[in-house]
């Protein structure tokens, strides 16, 4: 069974920073794309970035900069390291993952598998 295990979440002022954790298990990670997606209260859910299989990332254009999304494919792990937070940031994190795309890497309908999320706070 596929679970993906968020952890690293907390509250930070801004301009902090975090690193967020996703543990994989029940798949063969090094052959998954794996994202992180974000969720704000009223909001709907929203890409922040992705790393494929092969190493390539992509990220969301106000995350640029800031965030850097990274694997560890020997603990099966991928990474969300974010700097400069803002109070903007805020949202519940979600960690997902799919074998491939089809029309687009940023929609949340693209990835299959998903965890639990882990609560950012950036105060301002």
């Known amino acids: 069974q596929v679970q993906l295990v968020e952890s690293g979440g907390g509250l930070v002022q801004a301009g902090g920073s975090l690193r967020l954790s996703c543990a994989a298990s029940?798949?063969?990670?090094?052959?998954?794309?794996m994202g992180w997606f974000r969720q704000a209260p009223g909001k709907e859910r929203e890409f922040v970035a992705t790393i494929m299989w092969s190493g390539g990332t992509y990220y969301a254009d106000s995350v640029k900069g800031r965030f850097t999304i990274s694997r560890e494919n020997a603990k099966n792990t991928v990474y969300l390291q974010m700097n400069s937070l803002k109070p903007e940031d805020t949202a519940v994190y979600y960690c997902?993952?799919?074998?491939?795309?089809?029309?687009?890497?940023?929609?949340?309908?693209?990835?299959?598998?998903w965890g639990q999320g882990t609560q950012v706070t950036v105060s301002s």
């Open positions: 029940g798949l063969t990670f090094s052959n998954y794309h």
């Open positions: 997902a993952a799919t074998r491939r795309f089809g029309t687009s890497r940023r929609e949340v309908s693209q990835y299959d598998y």
